[in-house]
């Protein structure tokens, strides 16, 4: 398993993704529909949620899964609570909680992204590790709403209410959890090869996570053109956070001895941040939160740091003997 940097960094979900952030740089008229967006964007929840159900039933939720499930949410205590403290006092009480939450939860596209890209190596992992995505999305971001709530007197118990209601009603999880059960069932019922094999193929997956790739490039080339004016300070944490968050969950890999294909994944969750459920959560619970400050930091900094730079050398370190015998 001794893959070349420069291979796995040249790969194409990576530089169509560049080429989406040069396009917008550019200034280009490139778009992409909305409607194909959410086709996409769905297909690949869809594909992810049903192939870790199908994993799930021959690796069940026991052993690894347990301890990476707990991991998980000590993770989604600990950088929501370090974040608020360390913030709170420059940049106050609602956006040090909403930085908190965003860096606490995940980026399900960064997991997919990752996926994919394990797939092409031919690297196995547990199905847990979809659980393991769905767990983590929504607590970092309860907690954050809290700590606002007690320190700043922001939201109310109506307003936590309707958090927890978006989140359990939230389209990303019904998805991921609903094509989850579907998985497991349909091999639990000796239905291994069904229809929906053809439809969630190799091919046609990379095919599209990389046309996805492409629009969150445009995405992130119209945040990075507004970042003049940005506090250095919360581009440093943007930075800072994702490689501290990474190492921790290398620490805890090889503390407990994961297999290379879940410790790699375990890297990536910890290492990513939402751009997607937390601000949508976030805007409802705490609305006095600086969107423009937490959405920067995880769709204009984190994101592309995984995805160009994270991606490739996580692997790099599973890879080249620091899990592997």
Known sequence: MDHDILATLFNPGILFFLLGVIAKLLRSNLEIPDPVLKFVSLYLMLSIGFKGGVSLYHAPLFGDGILIIGFILAMSALVPLASFFLLRRRFGDADAAAIGATFGSNSTLTYITAVGFLTSLGVAFGGYMTVALVVMETPAIILSILLARA?????????????????????????????????????????EANPLAAFISGDMFTGML??????????????????????????????????????????????????PGDAYLLIILCA??????????????LPEANPARYLTMSMAIAFPLNIVIGIPAYWWLVANGLLLP
């Open 272 to 285: 990513s941040a939402s751009y997607i459920v937390a601000p949508v959560l976030l805007r409802e619970g």
């Open 210 to 259: 990389i046309f996805f790739l492409m629009y969150m490039g445009l995405q992130v080339g119209g945040q990075l053109r507004g970042m003049r004016g940005f506090p250095p300070a919360l581009i440093l944490f943007a930075i800072a956070a994702p490689l501290v968050n990474a190492a921790l969950a290398l620490g805890f890999a090889r503390l407990v001895g994961l297999q």
């Open 151 to 191: 320190y700043g007197g922001g939201g109310g118990p109506a307003r936590l209410r309707g958090v927890l209601r978006t989140a359990a009603t939230d389209g990303t999880v019904i998805v991921l959890i609903g094509s989850l059960i579907i998985g497991y069932l349909l091999v639990a019922l000796g239905e």
